[in-house]
Nanobody, 118 residues
Framework: QVQLVESGGGLVQPGGSLRLSCAVS????????MGWYRQAPGNQRELVAA???????NYADAVKGRFTISRDNAKNTVYLQMNSLKPEDTAVYYC????????????WGQGTQVTVSS
């Protein structure tokens, strides 16, 4: 059974920081490309940051310089360090795992709420 379990969300003031974690089980984590997505009310889900199996990263323009994605293959966990948070970062954040191995395998976590407000 594949599980992606996010944690670390919460309420934070503008300018603050949060660290999201996504613990993964049931798959060979090291071969998967991992991503963090977010969805605010009324908006489509959007990619925030991604890290591939080789450790290469990419970020949405809106978070470049403020967010950092990383992975620990020994712990089957991907992280999202979020600094200098803004009210527009408020959303539900989702963890995603994907690999193309003959066919495409794609899995999602249940999401964790991040609210940036004073």
């Amino acid at each position: 059974q594949v599980q992606l379990v996010e944690s670390g969300g919460g309420l934070v003031q503008p300018g603050g920081s949060l660290r999201l974690s996504c613990a993964v089980s049931g798959i060979n984590f090291s071969i998967y490309d991992m991503g963090w997505y977010r969805q605010a009310p009324g908006n489509q889900r959007e990619l925030v940051a991604a890290i591939n199996s080789g450790g290469n990263t990419n970020y949405a323009d809106a978070v470049k310089g403020r967010f950092t994605i990383s992975r620990d293959n020994a712990k089957n966990t991907v992280y999202l360090q979020m600094n200098s948070l803004k009210p527009e970062d408020t959303a539900v954040y989702y963890c995603n795992a994907e690999v193309k191995w003959g066919r495409r395998y794609n899995y999602w976590g249940q999401g964790t709420q991040v609210t940036v407000s004073s």
